[in-house]
């Protein structure tokens, strides 16, 4: 389990498309209007356009993991408040957010 994905809410996404290319040193492989993903060194970074459906204010990490329903049920038990519960956001990639007890936004990620 580690992070290997971070995505950025932007507000201008062409503007941030050429700093994250100029910064990464590599075009993105995912390149639509509602989001641009670059893969860097084995790391996703994506860029949602106004933070997306989800309203993300911040950047946000997510943990790679082979069972999502289980690792979120042990983090909610622990005390972390599930955000956005678990989803299909294609391609067999499902993701769920929560927050831990200071509010920040953390996410997690299973791939089929």
């Known amino acids: ?5 971070v995505l950025h809410p932007v507000s ?3 503007a941030a498309k050429a ?14 209007s509602y989001y641009v993903g670059f893969e860097a060194d084995g790391q996703h970074i994506g860029l949602v356009p ?14 790679h993991v ?7 049920a042990e983090v909610t038990a622990a005390g972390a408040t ?13 993701v769920a957010t929560f927050t ?7 996410g997690l990620l299973q791939d089929h």
């Open 19 to 32: 700093v994250y290319t100029a910064l990464l040193g590599t075009e993105p492989q995912v390149d639509e």
């Open 100 to 106: 831990d007890p200071d509010g920040n936004v953390l």
């Open 12 to 14: 201008d996404l062409a």
């Open 82 to 94: 599930a955000q956005d519960p678990v989803r299909d956001v294609g391609g067999g990639r499902l």
């Open 50 to 63: 106004g933070g997306g459906p989800q309203g993300m204010t911040s950047p946000v990490a997510y943990w």
């Open 66 to 72: 082979p069972d999502i329903e289980a690792k979120l």
């Open 1 to 5: 389990m580690s992070v290997k994905t």
